[in-house]
T-cell receptor
């Protein structure tokens, strides 16, 4: 089944403890992106990647890192999580190497709580 | 400042009627505009994409219009059904030279009553 998967789906952690949220797609898509969703603020883009080894900042990149070493994987790294990073995180992918000029497929989400 | 605005109030309509949702933007010249559906606790699902040089796009019961003069997109669901109840998000690609960025509106919740 064509899909975007994220792990873990739920995570409760403490301030300062490094964590990684994995994202993988099996559709051979060029473009991948991370978003966070918060009540009253909507979906905001964190980072995106147009292709392997190419990443760029979205609107809210502070406190996050990403890497794109392989086409299928796009992990989101929080080196030192803080409570303001408590949020619902979505990974997404799109076929086009020209970004979101095509349909975007979203993963199921990761609910992160930082205490 | 740059803004995307969708009606924050829920839209309640009767089954069978046409639902019309609005997306207004300020200080953007978007190359593309997209519409998504989101159900509670789930990821958004892509519905339609419209380009800056297109006025209208249709897919089954869905229709999107894009008016770059009014800086507005309208999203229509004809013959609405209770299963259409969800939150609908508009999103725009703000700059034609950088199509990696995507900016979302906050969404409008649609409730279709039987």
């Amino acid at each position: 089944e064509a899909q975007v998967t994220q792990n873990p789906r739920y995570l409760i952690t403490v301030t300062g403890k490094k964590l990684t949220v994995t994202c993988s797609q099996n559709m051979n898509h060029e473009y991948m992106s991370w978003y966070r969703q918060d009540p009253g603020l909507g979906l905001r883009q964190i980072y995106y990647s147009m292709n392997v080894e190419v990443t760029d900042k979205g609107d809210v990149p502070e406190g996050y890192k990403v890497s794109r070493k392989e086409k299928r994987n796009f992990p989101l790294i929080l080196e030192s999580p803080s409570p303001n990073q408590t949020s619902l995180y979505f990974c997404a992918s799109s076929p086009s190497g020209r970004g979101v000029t095509d349909e975007q497929f979203f993963g199921p989400g990761t609910r992160l709580t930082v205490l | 400042s740059q803004k995307i605005e969708q009606n924050s109030e829920a839209l309640n309509i009767q089954e069978g009627k046409t639902a019309t949702l609005t997306c207004n933007y300020t200080n953007y010249s978007p190359a593309y505009l997209q519409w998504y559906r989101q159900d509670p606790g789930r990821g958004p699902v892509f519905l339609l994409l419209i380009r800056e040089n297109e006025k209208e796009k249709r897919k089954e019961r869905l229709k999107v219009t894009f008016d770059t003069t009014l800086k507005q997109s309208l999203f229509h669901i004809t013959a609405s059904q209770p299963a259409d109840s969800a939150t609908y998000l508009c999103a725009l690609v703000p700059i034609s030279g950088n199509t990696g960025k995507l900016i979302f509106g906050q969404g409008t919740t649609l409730q279709v009553k039987p």
